[in-house]
């Protein structure tokens, strides 16, 4: 005979479960509140009913993905073969814990599974949604202003790749077959090449005139990139800390590669509409360099629109990061993300059909919490 | 206008010169052509015979000369041989497009009608309740991909009530099991193009030359139908268009959800299997598609907007 909990039961230990994540939500929110007036656009989220909203969503997904250690009862791969497909609330008879969500086809605890798998989700969306802005902004940005030639071909480029359906587009550049050749390599060396570029340019750009300032700072970011660009390109990091999977990197560099057009389009519609302003005819006249101007006169000035980009951007992503689970591309199969949950789950409606609710509804809610985000952000910015 | 569609349409055609030659170099990549080999045959091979094998069937020749050979059969209608369902791509393929031009087709005739309505209801009067109700149900839908509301759908629907069937069958289409599929589709598209209706209506309603037909004593319905309108679907018009490189991502998801044997379906299995030829067709019919959508959603914008100038 196993026990099971009642529906009330096992919610309100789901909401101790998380008590480290309740805990660091009301802290944020309260320094949020104290700083107000310091965060700018983001001290006038508080204001808006969607707005918060969508913040204290994107908070709890955060911090479960920090807590995640704390939170989840199970180890995620661990698996049980007596409790099978178990509907929601049943207990674990040896260590007396309850599996809160049920468990999937293998035993495996799902809500500890959930819990696990919003640290991919949250690691590798935010990251890739970076470095894509980062190629789309340094693309974005010559080809907005300069025009001509340099745009006609990036342009070109962009609309080949957004011309592109996005699963075919996996469905090539992440298989088993692409990360036995050099391929996602490749892909990521000219990837990460674009954030040091960006980097040296900005202090470039700022500190032309000031070598003292500059050198120090072209030091400490070739040395700094050289690293991270050793660890995450090469996996070949001299310190060992930082590693990346050869089938994490495909997925990182597919991911980029399918989102930075879209950036570059925003980047360089924008670039195109301020550039006529006074502020950069007067920083002409001044004879500042071309350089400083789009990293110091335009590209300030385009961050309203660029900030609520990267929220429905990150969303996007993890959409994208799901497709890729539900068609059992790229990851392994063991692992707890969301999108592969579903994946395994999906075929067993009919014998548990609470068996895919935790994933799905993850997923979803995460995405709604930054696409609230993004509303709020932009009805706060239109006020200004 | 002339001379603006056929620049497009040139454009077009190096766009889609440069996606073959990138996707064909992807198909042929040495590991797929081994795994082909190993699938084609036994699995045991051993790497002299995969070898062989590849060199008997020509796949060693010359990158050059079998683009050239491939792309010569595509221009004279020939897709070649589908190493998966052992018949000619042109047997293959148009069957399955038809199944899925059926879901496109309900797809479209529901998404667009009811996102229209959305929008146009909740920009008519921005801030009001009924706009804020119908924002948060378009934010919502945008923010479910077909796997989360398809597999959603088939609980609550299938599962629990009982009303609709969590399976299509491409040979018998009834109401039953194929609202499912139909809905999913259409409920994802539908939130984006209605927060563009509704952004763009909202901006018209704001307009001058609604506020002389308010002031010259017009009821409201004819502002809205008469004057409103024909201006705020512009926008929408391009939207619509430009959700098909999403329509296809999600006709390939919701027909793997629902088994519908279709062109997604048929993508899937190409890819799944390395059947070279016919996941290059695939990827040429979801280009063509794309970029035919493309080409028409700028010359419509074109044609229905005169403030746009076209630029020959």
Do not use: C, H
């Given at each position: 005979m196993m026990e099971t909990l009642n529906l009330w039961e096992m919610w309100a230990g789901v909401a101790l479960r998380f008590w480290p994540v309740w805990l660091s939500m009301a802290g944020s929110y309260l320094l949020m509140r104290s700083k107000r007036k310091q965060l700018g656009v983001f001290g006038h989220l508080l204001d808006s009913r969607v707005g918060i909203t969508g913040l204290l969503i994107v908070f709890f997904w955060f911090y479960s993905a920090v807590f995640a250690d704390l939170v989840a009862t199970f180890d995620p791969l661990e698996q049980f073969y007596r409790y099978r497909r178990k509907p929601p609330g049943i207990i674990e008879a040896e260590s007396m814990i309850p599996m809160f969500f049920g468990t999937d086809n293998l035993g495996r605890d799902l809500f500890s599974r959930m819990v696990h798998g919003s640290r991919f989700v949250l690691l590798i969306a935010p990251s890739a949604t970076l470095v894509a802005f980062i190629v789309g902004i340094t693309l974005g940005l010559p080809a907005g202003y300069k025009g001509g030639r340099t745009d006609s071909i990036l342009s070109f480029i962009a609309n080949m790749i957004l011309s592109f359906p996005v699963i075919v587009l996996f469905y090539l550049l992440v298989t088993p077959g692409i990360r036995e050749t050099i391929l996602p390599n490749v892909m990521a060396s000219v990837f990460f090449i674009f954030p040091i570029i960006f980097a040296l340019t900005v202090v470039r750009s700022r500190y032309s005139e000031r070598p003292g300032l500059m050198y120090p700072w072209i030091v400490i970011i070739l040395i700094l990139g050289a690293w991270l660009y050793s660890g995450v390109v090469f996996n070949a990091d001299p310190l060992g800390w930082i590693s990346m999977d050869p089938n994490e990197l495909n997925i990182f560099a597919a991911v980029?590669?399918?989102?930075?057009?879209?950036?570059?389009?925003?980047?360089?519609?924008?670039?195109?509409?301020?550039?006529?302003?006074?502020?950069?005819?007067?920083?002409?006249?001044?004879?500042?360099?071309?350089?400083?101007?789009?990293?110091?006169?335009?590209?300030?000035?385009?961050?309203g629109p660029l900030i609520v980009d990267a929220c429905l951007r990150i969303g996007y992503t993890t959409i994208l990061l799901g497709t890729l689970g539900f068609f059992g591309l790229g990851l392994a199969p063991e692992s707890p993300d969301w999108g592969s949950m579903i994946n395994q789950t999906r075929g067993l409606i009919r014998l548990a059909p609470t068996i895919v609710l935790p994933q799905t509804i993850a997923l979803a809610s995460f995405v709604l919490g930054l696409n609230l985000l993004a509303d709020g952000l932009r009805e706060e910015s239109l006020k200004d | 206008m002339l001379g603006f569609i056929i620049k497009r349409t040139l454009i077009m055609m190096l766009t889609m010169l440069a996606l073959s030659l990138v996707v064909f170099t992807l198909v042929n990549l040495e590991p797929n052509l081994r795994k082909l080999a190993l699938e084609q045959n036994n699995n045991r091979m051993g790497q002299e015979a995969v070898d062989s094998w590849l060199d008997k069937n020509g796949y060693r020749r010359p990158f050059v000369v079998r683009y050239g050979e491939w792309l010569t059969g595509v221009i004279s209608g020939d897709l070649g041989y589908s190493t998966r369902f052992r018949m000619p791509v042109n047997e293959a393929l148009p069957k399955r497009l038809g199944y899925t031009g059926i879901l496109a087709f309900w797809v479209l005739m529901t998404m667009v009608p009811s996102a229209l309505l959305i929008g146009i209801l909740s920009g008519m009067k921005e801030g009001s309740v009924v706009d804020r109700i119908l924002s948060i149900v378009s934010v919502t839908t945008t923010a479910t991909p077909e796997y989360v509301s398809g597999i959603l759908f088939t609980v609550i629907f299938a599962s629990l009530l009982g009303w609709f069937k969590g399976v299509a069958n491409v040979n018998n289409i009834t109401f039953e099991n194929f609202t499912l599929p139909v809905l999913t589709m259409s409920i994802y598209g539908m939130g984006y193009i209605a927060r563009m209706t509704r952004a763009s209506m909202s901006e018209v309603m704001t307009s001058q030359y609604i506020r002389t037909a308010h002031l010259k004593g017009l009821p409201f319905r004819t502002v809205v139908l008469k004057h409103a309108l024909r201006n705020a679907l512009i926008a929408p018009f391009t939207v619509i268009l430009l959700q098909f490189p999403w329509l296809l991502t999600g006709v390939v998801i919701v027909e793997k959800i629902f088994n519908y044997k279709g062109f997604g379906w048929v993508l899937v299995e190409a890819a799944e299997n390395n059947d070279i030829n016919l996941l290059l067709a695939c990827s040429l019919v979801s280009v063509v598609v794309v970029i035919g959508t493309q080409l028409i959603s700028d010359v419509g914008y074109a044609y229905l907007n005169p403030r746009i100038r076209v630029e020959p």
């Open positions: 980029v590669f399918a989102s930075s057009p879209g950036v570059f389009r925003i980047v360089r519609g924008l670039t195109m509409d301020i550039k006529t302003r006074d502020y950069v005819a007067a920083a002409q006249t001044r004879g500042e360099t071309q350089w400083y101007i789009m990293l110091w006169e335009i590209l300030p000035n385009a961050r | -």
